[in-house]
């Protein structure tokens, strides 16, 4: 087997809007955790406390592989 390039974006539900965006990584089929740098989207904001949807997508074709929703835990100003 052979293992799946994939980005990971983090949106808001309602509108779509992107917040943060992963660089591609390669991901092995044996299921290993690994760890995914998330990088913020220029100019972007939201509050402390959004509902927001955590995203894993095949980087070649945009397909959804998996996805959870999440809290954002401080306020996205203060990510700096």
């Given at each position: 087997m052979m293992g799946r390039q994939v980005v990971v974006k983090?949106?808001?539900?309602?509108?779509?809007?992107?917040?943060?965006?992963?660089?591609g990584h390669m991901l092995d089929p044996d299921g290993r955790p690994v760890a995914i740098a998330l990088d913020r989207e220029?100019?972007?904001?939201c509050a402390r406390g959004a509902r927001l949807q955590l995203e894993v997508?095949?980087?070649?074709?945009?397909?959804?592989?998996?996805?959870?929703?999440?809290?954002?835990?401080?306020?996205?100003?203060e990510w700096d």
């Open positions: 983090v949106v808001e539900p309602g509108s779509g809007r992107r917040l943060f965006k992963s660089q220029p100019n972007e904001a997508r095949d980087a070649d074709n945009d397909e959804l592989l998996d996805h959870c929703e999440i809290d954002l835990k401080v306020d996205l100003e």
